[in-house]
């Protein structure tokens, strides 16, 4: 069994700063890209950002320069501070995991339960 929970969405006012958090837990060999993608309603999910096991992470062209995306490989986390937040981030945020249950074993991607962020006055 492999589990994502996230925790920190909340509302928050616009320029206001939201942090979350992802905490990828169970069997679990490694893990390669860790990630944040978003629904708003009506819409489909898209990415927000992504994060390689190493490398360099990559940004959707609406949340460079405010977002920023970070992981602790030792603990299975990945954050997403999120600054100068827009009425437009409003969404439900999910965190993923390409993750790796055994040597020799493909990688399969698992979902957070998903967190709401509210931008809101």
């Known amino acids: 069994q492999v589990q994502l929970v996230e925790s920190g969405g909340g509302l928050v006012q616009p320029g206001g700063s939201l942090r979350l958090s992802c905490a990828a837990s169970?069997?679990?060999?490694?893990?390669?890209?860790m990630g944040w993608y978003r629904q708003a309603p009506g819409k489909q999910r898209e990415l927000v950002a992504r994060?390689?096991?190493?490398?360099?992470?990559n940004y959707a062209d609406s949340v460079k320069g405010r977002f920023t995306i970070s992981r602790d490989t030792a603990k299975n986390t990945v954050n997403l501070q999120m600054n100068s937040l827009k009425p437009e981030d409003t969404a439900v945020y999910y965190c993923n995991a390409d993750i790796r249950r055994s040597l020799g074993a493909y990688a399969v991607r698992y979902w957070g339960q998903g967190t709401q962020v509210t931008v809101s006055s």
């Open positions: 994060i390689p096991s190493t490398g360099t992470a």
């Open positions: 169970g069997s679990i060999f490694s893990i390669n890209a």
